[in-house]
């Protein structure tokens, strides 16, 4: 299969906000490469940080994190996430991994011109 | 009803592929996503569908759970929030619990994002569906969670939606507080003039229904009020009213209608003249003007008033480029739908009154729609009333020369020929604007359109219903509508909401936190790091005849963010239908191949 080779970009989308964002930019049919795999939860608090390591180390090149930011529904959500992921970093250092390959972001449910970026910046490091 | 205990074996899965007329099937590669998936671990049916959400689309799930014993379900079709809730009351009604099912996007997040690469679109779609597979396989079935609701709405806004939507939540029983902001019920039509299409005065409308509602002992009204805080659930909202003395009231509702209305569009200074002239005037200034006059001839501000001129759109159908931008940088692209039938109702008022005013009127498309309306525009031409066409990429140019007002624009009917015309009057058909309403949309997380009005789930299958279960809009909030359009978008968000309210409980997604007793350690992690206060405790347990600290969730207060499964280093609390250990057989799905 043509995919095969392909650098995976896993995406972290949001069941209130990034989710719906990148249905909108599927609205309005906006094309971007298909090697992006978004993933729908709660909210990417959840995950600790090894789950990070982990997925790089299975094989995925990059992931972006499409938080909800201000539009979170859990108040307080964010600032517990974008400590972990300090500390991610931190770890990816310690294995060589470049930080770039991980993005914390945010993306409203209308952000459709901020959702392309962000996978066009990513696309941009994996291909590297 | 299966359950948790079933072995690997045991878990069957089918998996339903929707073409969605040519949506989805004119990009990706149906044929061989299920000649794919059919051979994939556990999958003992794949099958396709054109409309999978149709009802022989939901028969081909609820047949196969019945007669080849499919006990987990993959749906890959729209994005799950048009129809989740319709595959799960199919696998429902055949009798599977309805939560042992994943529903995959491969319409908003693949076909229609990967036109150009369907090779590339089929492969993301297999994999997507593969990784959908893992995830059900692991999921357990879950009971919906139910909660006590509040018997009462809160209508926020008493323009004429809030009031019918008040007036039909109370004849079905349903208590009601509207909160306005002004001191009086009534909106944009507490106003001077009559409006279409039951010619009758503005105010005799709002006079009718405030009567209704006065006089209901069900509902309370809350007048030059102001919601400072919104909190709770679905059942169970928390309402903060700061009153017109400073007093704070608190009041429970089950359900919310949201009818904040719309706010008139104000034209810049300059803008077609406005406010360089006091003879520029806004369509809703021209009608109270022109209710207020009376005599043989039109006279305003002492100057006798002969010709008026008549601008559609502005303010409306705005393009980037040609006309200012709004204050958030963007133009109003979307049309507000009622000027041009309310500016033509209006010319046609103007000259039963004052037969020998001219009236020029310039558009770019005449929408007066509706039969009723339809007929405004015939009614104008016989009065003679004289219409321009200007092309859509062009605006008429505005010059003040003496006491008259001159108009030079294009004129499309009279084959493109550029044309000048002196009036004594402009009015400008200045439509609607979403109304300011962050403090709401924020309090209760609501999405907006891209045009800044509220954005229902969908304006089809789902229209009035807000992102939030049990919040719903009304009128004008959503989108210009007239009064007609408002009433009865206001109808049917008071039924919906009283659909809801109709039982003592309402059904919760059982989408919380759970804890595996057997591995907690009762450090206590989780509740550190838990947003809501109360949500997870430390409590001790008899286990096994040990007595045990542990941790405890309270479904009613977790709302299911996952911050606590992050920090257990035991991986003893996960999230109920997102667990952690289903996102990671997801990505190894992902990664395979
Ligand atoms: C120039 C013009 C002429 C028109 N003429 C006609 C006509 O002839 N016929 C016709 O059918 N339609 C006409 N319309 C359309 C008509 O005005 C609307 O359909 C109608 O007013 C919509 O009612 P609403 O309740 O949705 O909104 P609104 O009338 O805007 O009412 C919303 C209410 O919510 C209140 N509110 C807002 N925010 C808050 C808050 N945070 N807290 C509490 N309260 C709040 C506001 O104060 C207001 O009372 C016209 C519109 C325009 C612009
Ligand atoms: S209703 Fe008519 S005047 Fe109003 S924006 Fe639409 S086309 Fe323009
Ligand atoms: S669930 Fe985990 S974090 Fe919470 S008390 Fe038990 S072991 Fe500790």
């Known amino acids: ?128 | 009803m299966s359950d948790n205990n079933l072995n690997e074996a045991q878990k069957r899965v089918g998996v339903y592929v929707c073409h969605c007329g040519g949506n989805i099937s004119d990009v990706v590669d149906i044929k061989k996503i299920v000649d794919e998936i059919s051979k994939y671990h556990s999958v003992v049916v794949a099958r396709d569908y054109v409309f999978m959400c149709s009802s022989n689309g939901q028969s081909l799930i609820e047949d196969d759970i019945k007669n080849m014993g499919i006990n987990r379900i993959v749906v890959a079709a729209c994005m799950p929030s048009l129809h989740e809730l319709t595959f799960r009351n199919a696998i429902q009604r055949a009798g599977l619990n309805p939560y042992l099912y994943e529903h995959i996007n491969i319409r908003e997040q693949v076909s229609w994002v990967h036109k150009d690469n369907p090779q590339g679109a089929t492969s993301k779609a297999i994999l997507l569906i593969k990784a959908g597979v893992e995830k059900v396989l692991m999921q357990d079935p879950l009971n919906a969670i139910r909660v006590n609701a509040e018997h009462r709405v809160l209508i926020i806004g008493g323009g004429i939606s809030g009031m019918r939507a008040a007036v039909s939540s109370a004849d079905n029983g349903i208590e009601v507080v509207i909160v306005e902001k002004e001191k009086k019920l009534g909106g944009k039509l507490n106003r001077d003039g009559y409006v279409y299409p039951s010619d009758e005065k503005a105010v005799d409308i709002v006079n009718k229904f405030s009567k209704k509602i006065l006089s209901n002992p069900l509902i309370k009204v809350y007048t030059e009020s102001e919601i400072i805080n919104i909190g709770g659930y679905v059942g169970n909202f928390d309402i903060k009213i700061k009153k017109t003395d400073g007093d704070i009231d608190n009041i429970k509702a089950g359900s919310i209608i949201v009818a904040t209305g719309f706010d008139h569009y104000m034209p810049y200074d300059g803008e077609y003249g406005y406010k360089k002239s006091d003879y520029v005037l806004r369509l809703k200034e021209f009608i109270e003007l022109l209710s207020k006059s009376d005599g043989l001839e039109f006279v305003f501000k002492g100057k006798k008033i002969n010709s008026i001129g008549f601008i559609h759109c502005v303010g409306s159908r705005q393009n980037e480029g040609i006309d200012a931008p709004q204050a958030d940088g963007k133009v109003n692209e979307y049309c507000s739908r009622v000027c041009c039938t309310s500016g033509i109702y209006t010319m046609n008022k103007l000259k039963e009154k004052f037969p020998d005013v001219n009236v020029y009127d310039v558009y770019a498309d005449i929408r007066t729609y509706g039969m009723e309306s339809e007929s405004l525009y015939e009614i104008a031409s016989k009065h003679d009333v004289i219409f321009f066409r200007r092309p859509l990429d062009e605006r008429p140019q505005i010059t003040f020369e003496g006491d008259k007002i001159k108009i030079t624009t294009t004129d499309i009917l009279s084959f493109n020929e550029r044309l000048e015309m002196e009036v004594d009057m402009l009015v400008l058909l200045t439509g609607m604007k979403p109304s300011e309403i962050d403090d709401i949309s924020g309090y209760l997380k609501l999405s907006k359109s891209t045009n800044r009005f509220l954005q229902e789930v969908h304006p089809k299958l789902r229209p009035v219903e807000m992102n939030i279960n049990g919040v719903f809009a009304a009128g004008t909030s959503l989108s210009p509508m007239d009064i007609t359009e408002s009433l009865q978008s206001a109808q049917t968000a008071a039924m919906k909401s009283a659909i809801l309210l109709s039982n003592p409980d309402i059904p919760l997604d059982p989408f919380v936190a759970v804890v595996d007793e057997e591995r907690c350690t009762g450090c206590g992690r989780c509740v550190e790091e838990c947003l809501y206060s109360g949500a997870v405790t430390i409590t001790e347990k008899t286990i096994d005849g040990n007595i045990k600290k542990v941790a405890y969730v309270n479904p009613a207060m977790c709302k299911g963010c996952g911050a606590c499964v992050a920090v257990c280093s035991e991986r003893a609390i996960d999230l109920n239908g997102s667990r952690l250990s289903q996102f990671e057989a997801m990505i190894d799905a992902i990664v395979k191949e």
């Open chain 1, 1 to 128: 299969m043509q995919q095969n080779n392909k650098s995976k970009i896993l995406i972290i989308a949001t069941n209130h906000s990034s989710y719906p964002g990148a249905n909108a930019v599927g609205q309005a049919h906006i094309s971007y490469p298909s090697n992006t795999y978004i993933i729908r939860v709660p909210d990417p608090v959840m995950f600790p940080e090894d789950f990070y390591i982990n997925s790089f180390k299975k094989g995925i090149s990059g992931i972006i994190i499409m938080s909800s930011g201000s539009d979170c529904p859990y108040e307080g959500a964010y600032k517990r996430l974008s400590k972990r992921i300090e500390n991610v970093y931190i770890k990816m250092k310690e294995l060589n991994i470049s930080t770039e390959r991980l993005r914390l972001t945010t993306i409203c449910t209308v952000c459709r011109e901020a959702f392309i970026k962000e996978i066009s910046d990513m696309e941009r490091i994996v291909s590297k």
